[in-house]
């Protein structure tokens, strides 16, 4: 059973940093590629960053670049997600997402598991 648990979420000042994690159980975690996502109340579920399985190849959604950064550790089978210079437009609920293959999606569609989320709240 594959599982995956966000962690480090909480509230923070504009300008300030979170560390997301997530840890991935019960799937071959090299070859997944592994994504972050995003939703706000009232608002679709949008990518914001993802990781290809065995090389650090990634890719971010426009607003992320420049102060996100995506990047999995395959030895404890964990992604992550440095945020730097948060918004208040960051605010959302992050999921942390799995692909069964290594190639990089943008499309939720493509993300076969999914975590729970963990709660970012950014105040003005």
């Known amino acids: 059973q594959v599982q995956l648990v966000e962690s480090g979420g909480g509230l923070v000042q504009a300008g300030g940093s979170l560390r997301l994690s997530c840890a991935a159980s019960?799937?071959?975690?090299?070859?997944?590629?592994m994504g972050w996502f995003r939703q706000a109340p009232g608002k679709e579920r949008e990518f914001v960053a993802a990781i290809r399985g065995s090389y650090d190849f990634t890719q971010y959604t426009d607003s992320a670049k420049g102060r996100f950064t995506i990047s999995r550790d395959n030895t404890k089978n964990m992604v992550f997600l440095q945020m730097n210079s948060l918004q208040p437009e960051d605010t959302a609920v992050y999921h942390c997402?799995?692909?069964?293959?290594?190639?990089?999606?943008?499309?939720?569609?493509?993300?076969?598991?999914w975590g729970q989320g963990t709660q970012v709240t950014v105040s003005s």
């Open positions: 019960g799937l071959t975690f090299s070859r997944a590629a």
């Open positions: 997402a799995a692909r069964t293959l290594p190639f990089l999606r943008i499309g939720p569609e493509h993300y076969l598991y």
